[in-house]
């Protein structure tokens, strides 16, 4: 079974920190390389970050800002985002697969930052 559950979003200050997490199921998990999409109203789905082998990539908009992680105890995908501003605000989604064309998709988590 394949699936991607994203949470932790929700209303949050300029300046302030979220957490999200992705639950992915263990097949996925173990498989692929992880990433964190995001889309703006209005605007296209951009990539934001990707953990794979162990290592970190990220958009040039949040480097320095959001970290990345895997917990291969839980399965868990997080994105830790700090530092938020308004054009943060957005609906975050995990993937599973290559950053530019992922295989599986979650159904997405809604960010919204207040100035």
């Known amino acids: 079974q394949v699936q991607l559950v994203e949470s932790g979003g929700g209303l949050v200050q300029s300046g302030g920190s979220l957490r999200l997490s992705c639950e992915v199921s263990?097949?996925?998990?173990?498989?692929?390389?992880l990433n964190w999409h995001r889309q703006r109203a209005g605007a296209g789905r951009d990539w934001v970050a990707q953990?794979?082998?162990?290592?970190?990539h990220y958009a040039d908009f949040v480097k320095g800002r959001f970290i990345i992680s895997r917990d291969r105890a839980t399965n868990t995908l997080y994105l830790h985002m700090n530092n938020l501003t308004p054009e943060d605000t957005a609906t975050y989604y995990c993937s599973a697969g290559s950053a530019e064309n992922p295989r599986y998709w979650g159904q997405g988590t809604p960010v919204t930052v207040s100035s």
């Open positions: 953990e794979g082998n162990r290592a970190q």
């Open positions: 263990a097949n996925i998990f173990r498989s692929y390389a």
